[in-house]
Every structure is written in C-alpha cells, then in structure tokens.
C-alpha cells in the first residue's frame, strides 16, 4: 500500500507584513514537509477583502523565499489543486454551503451584534462560557421568508450535534477531547455573504489533501 505524501501548509492573511509569530507557523510546517519528503503549500487567505492588500501578497512571498522557506504548491508554483487564492474560491465554497443547507446541517442567522453581545453577557454572569443560544435555529420556513422580506441578511450557522465528543489525536498535544454542547452553533457565512475563516479554511485543507497542520495555540 502506497504511504501518502506528507502535505503541511502556510495559509496567511494579507493584512500586513510578516511577523516573527508567521515565520515561526512557516518554519515549522516547512521543515515538517521536507524532513518527509513531502510538499510544503502556500495559500492565501485574503477573504477579508477589506484589509487584504496585494503589496502585502508580494513581501509575504519575497520574505519566504529569503528565509528559504520555498514552497512546491501555491501561487507562482501551480498545481492541481488551486486556485490558491481564497477570494478565487467562492464558487467552491458556494457548492458546499448549498450542500450542508441540503442536508439541514445549517440555518440563517438574524441575530444582531448587540443581541449576540447581550447574551453573551448574561452567559457570563451566570458562570457559563459564552456561545450561541440557538436563537434561530428553529425558524420556520414561514418566519425565515418574513425576515428577508423585511430586508434583513442572515448569517449563516453550523448546526453542531448536541451531547456528542470530538476526538482526535493532537500531533503535538495527544489525545484531545472536546464536548459539542461546549461549542455552540458557528457562523460559516457572514451577513455580507463572504465566507467565515473557519470554513473556507477546513474545506480548503481537505480539498488541498493537507495532512498535518503545525500552528499557533490561539487557533
């Protein structure tokens, strides 16, 4: 049985210049990639249209390549799975939004900020850890139209099973256990339409075949 290739990645936001935090995540993932001769994938995460700036694309690149940390998929390199640009990709992320609102695995959202912060609030001074209370994740179909005939624009949630465990083996940390009822409900589409980090980010790594991802304990 043939041993499959070793994938890491560099996935990057364009909203500034390279720090030594982003250098660190590179390094590793680098280093992890050529010590098994695998492949080291660069991508870019430039949904936030807002504070993504091609310039900072360009130094991103050219940093890399001075520090030595060449990549063998991405742009400026090719390969099967691109394009490697994330605001390239919506209509990727379009066909997998319609499948999971096919398999009711997602809802629309039309919680305002100051009522998502409201509850946040009251989950704090209860002693809980802040998540989603499921405000619309019962709608009817009737009272979803009468909400977008008023004009208003939905997120888009995750439905996350209730009462389950999430396991899986941490590279670094071993084995890792988490309960669903202490995620809560995610947005995978803001209001605006654009794709949320969390999920362009988990389809493109599967799509992209990555294996290991080496990156900072805040994601």
Same mark, same amino acid.
């Not at 720090?19 to 660190?24: A, K, M």
């Not at 909400?147 to 004009?151: C, E, Q, W």
């Given at each position: 049985?043939?041993?499959?290739?070793?994938?890491? %990645?560099f @996935?990057?936001s364009p909203?500034?210049?390279?720090?030594?935090?982003?250098?660190?995540?590179a390094?590793?993932? @680098? *280093?992890?990639?050529?010590?098994?001769?695998?492949?080291? *994938?660069?991508?870019?995460e430039d949904?936030?249209?807002?504070?993504?700036q091609?310039?900072?694309?360009?130094?991103?690149m050219s940093? *890399?390549?001075?520090?030595?940390?060449?990549?063998?998929?991405?742009?400026?390199?090719?390969?099967?799975h691109?394009?490697?640009?994330?605001?390239?990709?919506?209509?990727?992320?379009?066909?997998?939004?319609? *499948?999971?609102?096919?398999?009711?695995?997602?809802?629309?959202c039309?919680?305002?900020?100051?009522?998502?912060?409201?509850?946040?609030k009251l989950? %704090?001074? @209860?002693?809980?850890?802040?998540r989603?209370?499921?405000?619309?994740?019962?709608?009817s179909?009737?009272?979803?139209?009468a909400?977008?005939?008023?004009?208003l624009?939905?997120?888009?949630?995750?439905?996350?099973?209730?009462?389950?465990?999430?396991?899986?083996?941490?590279?670094?940390?071993?084995?890792?256990?988490?309960?669903?009822?202490?995620?809560?409900?995610?947005?995978?589409?803001?209001?605006?339409?654009?794709?949320?980090?969390?999920?362009?980010? @988990?389809?493109?790594?599967?799509l992209?075949?990555?294996?290991q991802?080496? %990156?900072?304990?805040?994601h």
């Open positions: 049985m043939k041993t499959p290739i070793i994938k890491t %990645r @996935a990057p909203t500034g210049l390279i720090h030594l935090g982003n250098v660190r995540t390094l590793f993932n @680098a *280093l992890y990639a050529y010590r098994h001769q695998g492949v080291f *994938l660069l991508r870019i949904t936030d249209l807002e504070r993504s091609t310039e900072y694309v360009q130094q991103l940093d *890399l390549q001075w520090l030595g940390l060449n990549w063998q998929e991405g742009p400026q390199v090719g390969g099967e691109g394009p490697y640009y994330q605001s390239e990709r919506n209509e990727i992320y379009a066909r997998y939004y319609a *499948l999971l609102e096919q398999y009711h695995a997602v809802y629309p039309f919680c305002t900020p100051s009522e998502l912060e409201l509850a946040r989950q %704090r001074v @209860a002693g809980q850890a802040p989603y209370t499921g405000t619309c994740a019962h709608l179909q009737a009272e979803i139209a909400k977008l005939d008023r004009g624009k939905p997120t888009l949630r995750f439905r996350v099973p209730h009462g389950q465990k999430i396991e899986f083996i941490d590279l670094v940390k071993g084995a890792q256990q988490f309960a669903t009822d202490d995620i809560g409900d995610f947005i995978i589409r803001r209001a605006d339409g654009t794709p949320a980090f969390f999920f362009c980010n @988990a389809i493109d790594d599967a992209m075949g990555v294996t991802v080496f %990156r900072g304990d805040d």
